[in-house]
């Protein structure tokens, strides 16, 4: 062979490699994620395409207070740009309802296998109808400073749920620590979210707030709401618990040794373990004497855009995630989240257990509220108007404003906005 023959042969051969590359290319589907925290999931992606060469998926960030907000606008005009929507599984039903999540109840088989616990299906379902995949759930824990607690020569709460604290018993706590010297006494992770704030009232007995048919009317103006919602309120005014505090700083006043006693979810614990100055240890959250335990639970899921133009990629990605048991613990592999998936939680449960000896049997106080004291968010149509005002209700009583004229005010709002939808 002669070389310029060599040489064509050569050029022909690097031609057909670069058309063959760029056909791959091309025939690459790409697919938009959208969702807050790009950190939590880049480990799941990454494992998702090595799996999946053919599909590319895209991260697009939003904040979380604005991911309502973006749902609405862009799901709701037909954007065809986003495949994949992080969704809190309280809004499926008003999302089902105004036709943003597409219908995978065909899928409702392979989603209970995968996702054994019954809540789990529920939170995902809306009219009979399955609208996304479980991907976490969660519960609320008793987070306590052990230094503090020993300075000030108070016993460590028991870790047996049987045997859990009553919130006057706490508050009794929370004062003596604060006596001995610690900052605050009782700090709640989220102190204006209604996810973590229902537990008050339902264990209360005052119910979650909302009434009626399709839970499509207000009962927060009721004596029982207004009652609890003061003694929250005094936790404030009696300098119990901090005021002009956002949901961002309340894990780094704990890891500072300000607080006493924290109320909150499991996904902190991995900086409350890395953090080497915190002592600290967990206990089953507290319970109104006259009332029953009740603790928060449900979280995100994974949805489909109905106009999508990659819904099989899109699919292949979120059974990935849900269906799957690595790919549902990547999810919590930054954060200890709770993953819905049953081989995922086995794992998560060994890792916790081995990585939480010290501060308490916080895996076996998980198991019994997923299993005896879990109440999710009202399931309405309505939530998204609900949690909203509810906010800023919450702000307002922990910030000093009048528990009766506040509640009054926001109950008013309510029947306005709800009527609306109904």
């Given at each position: 062979?002669?070389?310029?023959m060599?040489?064509?042969?050569?050029?022909?051969?690097v031609?057909?490699?670069?058309?063959?590359?760029?056909?791959?290319?091309?025939?690459?589907?790409?697919?938009?994620?959208?969702?807050?925290?790009?950190?939590?999931?880049?480990?799941?992606?990454?494992?998702?395409?090595?799996?999946?060469?053919?599909?590319?998926?895209?991260?697009?960030?939003?904040?979380?207070?604005?991911?309502?907000?973006?749902?609405?606008?862009?799901?709701?005009?037909?954007?065809?740009?986003?495949?994949?929507?992080?969704?809190?599984?309280?809004?499926?039903?008003a999302?089902?309802?105004?036709?943003?999540?597409?219908?995978?109840?065909?899928?409702?088989?392979?989603?209970?296998?995968?996702?054994?616990n019954?809540?789990?299906?529920?939170?995902?379902?809306?009219?009979?109808?399955?609208?996304?995949?479980?991907?976490?759930?969660?519960?609320?824990?008793?987070?306590?400073?052990?230094?503090?607690?020993?300075?000030?020569?108070?016993?460590?709460?028991?870790?047996?749920?049987?045997?859990?604290l009553?919130?006057?018993?706490?508050?009794?706590?929370?004062?003596?620590?604060?006596?001995?010297?610690?900052?605050?006494?009782?700090?709640?992770?989220?102190?204006?979210?209604?996810?973590?704030?229902?537990?008050?009232?339902?264990?209360?007995?005052?119910?979650?707030?909302?009434?009626?048919?399709?839970?499509?009317?207000?009962?927060?103006?009721?004596?029982?709401?207004?009652?609890?919602?003061?003694?929250?309120?005094d936790?404030?005014?009696k300098?119990?618990?901090?005021?002009?505090?956002?949901?961002?700083?309340?894990?780094?006043q704990?890891i500072?040794?300000?607080?006493?006693?924290?109320?909150?979810?499991?996904y902190?614990?991995?900086?409350?373990n890395?953090?080497?100055?915190?002592?600290?240890?967990?206990?089953?959250?507290?319970?109104?004497?006259?009332?029953?335990?009740?603790?928060?639970?449900?979280?995100?899921?994974?949805?489909?855009?109905?106009?999508?133009?990659?819904?099989?990629?899109?699919?292949?990605f979120?059974?990935?995630?849900?269906?799957?048991?690595?790919?549902?613990?990547?999810?919590v592999?930054?954060?200890?989240?709770?993953?819905?998936?049953?081989?995922a939680?086995?794992?998560?449960?060994?890792?916790l257990?081995?990585?939480?000896?010290?501060i308490?049997?916080?895996?076996?106080?998980?198991?019994?509220?997923?299993?005896?004291?879990?109440?999710?968010?009202?399931r309405?149509?309505?939530?998204?108007?609900?949690e909203?005002?509810?906010?800023?209700?919450?702000?307002?009583?922990?910030?000093g404003?009048?528990?009766?004229?506040?509640?009054?005010?926001?109950?008013?709002?309510?029947?306005?906005?709800?009527?609306?939808?109904?």
């Amino acid at each position: 062979m002669t070389k310029l023959m060599r040489r064509l042969s050569s050029a022909v051969f690097v031609a057909a490699t670069i058309f063959s590359a760029a056909a791959q290319a091309q025939e690459k589907t790409t697919i938009t994620f959208l969702a807050d925290e790009e950190a939590t999931y880049k480990p799941v992606i990454e494992a998702f395409e090595k799996l999946h060469p053919d599909i590319k998926v895209v991260f697009q960030l939003v904040p979380w207070n604005d991911l309502n907000a973006a749902v609405e606008s862009r799901v709701g005009q037909g954007d065809t740009g986003i495949d994949v929507i992080l969704t809190d599984t309280p809004r499926i039903p008003a999302f089902a309802s105004k036709g943003y999540l597409l219908d995978v109840s065909e899928r409702a088989g392979a989603i209970k296998a995968a996702n054994p616990n019954p809540t789990d299906l529920d939170q995902v379902s809306y009219d009979g109808k399955v609208y996304a995949y479980p991907m976490w759930t969660s519960t609320q824990l008793l987070f306590y400073n052990r230094k503090l607690l020993k300075s000030a020569g108070i016993e460590f709460p028991s870790g047996d749920p049987s045997k859990r604290l009553t919130w006057d018993r706490l508050l009794e706590k929370a004062a003596a620590a604060q006596k001995a010297g610690a900052k605050w006494g009782v700090q709640f992770q989220q102190p204006d979210s209604y996810y973590q704030l229902q537990m008050l009232f339902e264990s209360a007995g005052a119910g979650p707030g909302l009434k009626g048919d399709g839970l499509m009317e207000s009962d927060i103006a009721s004596n029982g709401w207004v009652k609890t919602a003061q003694w929250y309120s005094d936790l404030f005014s009696k300098g119990i618990s901090p005021r002009g505090v956002t949901p961002d700083q309340t894990t780094d006043q704990f890891i500072n040794g300000e607080v006493a006693f924290m109320i909150g979810g499991t996904y902190p614990m991995g900086r409350y373990n890395a953090a080497n100055d915190l002592d600290y240890g967990v206990a089953p959250v507290p319970y109104f004497k006259d009332g029953k335990p009740v603790t928060p639970t449900g979280s995100l899921a994974l949805s489909l855009n109905p106009h999508s133009q990659h819904i099989d990629a899109a699919r292949a990605f979120v059974e990935f995630v849900s269906l799957s048991a690595e790919g549902n613990y990547l999810t919590v592999s930054v954060d200890p989240i709770i993953p819905t998936n049953a081989g995922a939680f086995k794992t998560y449960a060994q890792k916790l257990a081995a990585e939480t000896e010290k501060i308490g049997p916080a895996m076996d106080i998980i198991n019994y509220e997923l299993q005896n004291t879990a109440v999710g968010r009202p399931r309405t149509i309505g939530y998204v108007t609900f949690e909203t005002v509810m906010i800023k209700a919450f702000g307002d009583i922990r910030n000093g404003a009048d528990v009766s004229d506040t509640l009054k005010a926001a109950d008013q709002q309510l029947t306005r906005q709800l009527s609306r939808l109904r």
